[in-house]
């Protein structure tokens, strides 16, 4: 095994192939989904332009469902052009590379520390993937201005803010009013959803969730951590978003328990605030307005995909794994070199590479709503959006 690994030896197109051959249920599970999938014309761009790293994909958009003209033999006809779309796409690349020395084979009897490397390297990469992805999804979730907004508001749903606390959390209807209320009627493109533990174990309490098994090599059936939620392939994670929000007051009705009266000063007792002390929270709020203290608590974010959500493409480097040895240092070593080079699109979002700094856009930069526009037709006036009902991308925002 060790051969293997020798620099002289060392088989770069064979290596690539072999770590493309292991098997990672997770991450397989994700990309059998559907919600991140390739994209031909994503790498044909790529491929065939002289500065691979930001570009743009022209496409039609949708003919105004204006009302049509009255066909009486008096009435002229009307006419309407179409609208013409870009959507700004680009590469990261990641590197990495591990060294293990000679002397650590030698002293431990001959543990092949460079195969333990190897064997780890699938799960690191798909680790990867996966903060890319919720870079993505935190950048375009952050997104502010016309158009912008509509798809922010409309596809989130922040039950964490309710008073209740059994309601701020999960239950039998969140998954649906959620996809409805993004994509109404085409709420059927939805097909995954990513959750932190916490969200499923809710899930798992009150029976909402189904846990999924799979049959090993020697046929003996195993339980994955895979479940399904109203049909919805379910991949729990704790990497989702936690946030812990500090006590703040949130406005509420005189009747629920425990509110509180704004007065413009002079508060007394227990049910009444002055307004210096809430606008801090609300900043419109008025005097004689009524408010709750909502008491500190973490909000988990839960994101559900659908079909084609995000387009993820390997575009490769010219030397994805290499192998390097020193002879010399700490009595020799062997260092194993890897690189990585993915292009990004997401339907509906357009790259505008306002904010990046090189030719790889960092995870900050992902991150960085700048960075990320709804598609529109560019116009300096009255722009036109992409219909945000056709983005498969929402997310639920809860107390576990």
Same mark, same amino acid.
């Given at each position: /095994?060790? %051969?293997?690994?020798?620099?002289?030896?060392?088989?770069?197109?064979?290596?690539?192939?072999?770590?493309?051959?292991?098997?990672?249920?997770?991450?397989?599970?994700?990309?059998?989904?559907?919600?991140?999938?390739?994209?031909?014309?994503?790498?044909?761009?790529?491929?065939?332009?002289?500065?691979?790293?930001?570009?743009?994909?022209?496409?039609?958009?949708?003919?105004?469902?204006? +009302?049509?003209?009255?066909?009486?033999?008096?009435?002229?006809?009307?006419?309407?052009?179409? $609208?013409?779309?870009?959507?700004?796409?680009?590469?990261?690349?990641?590197? %990495?590379?591990?060294?293990?020395?000679?002397?650590?084979?030698?002293?431990?009897?001959?543990?092949?520390?460079?195969?333990?490397?190897?064997?780890? &390297?699938?799960?690191?990469?798909?680790?990867?993937?996966?903060?890319?992805?919720?870079?993505?999804?935190?950048?375009?979730?952050?997104?502010?201005?016309?158009?912008?907004?509509?798809?922010?508001?409309?596809?989130?749903?922040?039950?964490?803010?309710?008073?209740?606390?059994?309601?701020?959390?999960?239950?039998?209807?969140?998954?649906?009013?959620?996809?409805?209320?993004? #994509?109404?009627?085409?709420?059927?493109?939805?097909?995954?959803?990513?959750?932190?533990?916490?969200?499923?174990?809710?899930? +798992?309490? /009150?029976?909402?969730?189904?846990?999924?098994?799979?049959?090993?090599?020697?046929?003996?059936?195993?339980?994955?951590?895979?479940?399904?939620?109203?049909?919805?392939?379910?991949?729990?994670?704790?990497?989702?978003?936690?946030?812990? $929000?500090?006590?703040?007051?949130?406005? #509420?009705?005189?009747?629920?328990?425990?509110?509180? &009266?704004?007065?413009?000063?002079?508060?007394?007792?227990?049910?009444?605030?002055?307004?210096?002390?809430?606008?801090?929270?609300?900043?419109?709020?008025?005097?004689?307005?009524?408010?709750?203290?909502?008491?500190?608590?973490?909000?988990?974010?839960?994101? =559900?995909?659908?079909?084609?959500?995000?387009?993820?493409?390997?575009?490769?480097?010219?030397?994805?794994?290499? /192998?390097?040895?020193?002879?010399?240092?700490?009595?020799?070593?062997?260092?194993?070199?890897?690189?990585?080079? %993915?292009? =990004?699109? $997401?339907?509906?979002?357009?790259?505008?590479?306002?904010?990046?700094?090189?030719?790889?856009?960092?995870?900050?930069?992902?991150?960085?709503?700048?960075?990320?526009?709804?598609?529109?037709?560019?116009?300096?006036?009255?722009?036109?959006?992409?219909?945000?009902?056709?983005?498969?991308?929402?997310?639920?925002?809860?107390?576990?």
């Amino acid at each position: /095994m060790a %051969k293997q690994f020798n620099a002289k030896t060392f088989n770069e197109e064979a290596f690539g192939r072999y770590m493309q051959a292991v098997p990672d249920v997770k991450r397989n599970k994700l990309l059998e989904s559907g919600a991140v999938t390739g994209n031909a014309e994503l790498r044909n761009l790529f491929a065939n332009q002289t500065g691979s790293y930001f570009g743009t994909i022209p496409f039609y958009g949708n003919l105004d469902q204006t +009302e049509p003209d009255n066909y009486d033999g008096s009435t002229d006809i009307s006419a309407d052009s179409t $609208v013409t779309y870009t959507q700004g796409v680009f590469v990261y690349g990641r590197a %990495k590379g591990w060294t293990e020395k000679d002397f650590s084979y030698d002293i431990t009897g001959g543990v092949d520390f460079m195969s333990n490397v190897r064997d780890k &390297l699938i799960k690191y990469w798909y680790n990867v993937d996966q903060d890319t992805l919720l870079a993505i999804l935190k950048g375009i979730f952050s997104m502010t201005g016309k158009g912008n907004v509509d798809f922010v508001n409309n596809h989130t749903n922040n039950i964490a803010q309710l008073i209740d606390d059994a309601a701020a959390k999960v239950g039998p209807t969140s998954l649906n009013t959620t996809i409805q209320k993004a #994509c109404g009627d085409n709420k059927g493109v939805f097909n995954l959803a990513i959750m932190h533990s916490q969200v499923s174990t809710n899930l +798992e309490n /009150m029976n909402l969730i189904e846990r999924l098994k799979y049959t090993d090599a020697q046929g003996i059936q195993r339980d994955l951590e895979l479940y399904t939620w109203n049909g919805r392939l379910v991949i729990v994670d704790d990497s989702m978003p936690t946030v812990v $929000v500090d006590a703040k007051y949130i406005r #509420c009705d005189k009747s629920v328990q425990g509110a509180k &009266l704004v007065k413009e000063s002079g508060a007394s007792g227990d049910g009444e605030v002055n307004k210096a002390d809430v606008v801090g929270d609300i900043s419109d709020i008025a005097a004689d307005e009524y408010v709750y203290l909502l008491p500190q608590h973490t909000e988990y974010t839960t994101y =559900v995909l659908g079909n084609g959500a995000i387009n993820l493409e390997d575009i490769g480097a010219k030397v994805p794994y290499e /192998m390097a040895r020193d002879p010399k240092k700490n009595g020799g070593e062997d260092t194993l070199y890897t690189r990585k080079r %993915k292009a =990004v699109a $997401v339907p509906g979002f357009s790259w505008t590479n306002k904010s990046v700094a090189s030719l790889s856009p960092t995870k900050a930069e992902i991150e960085n709503p700048s960075n990320w526009e709804l598609i529109n037709d560019g116009s300096t006036s009255a722009k036109k959006y992409y219909d945000h009902k056709a983005i498969a991308i929402a997310r639920i925002i809860s107390r576990g």
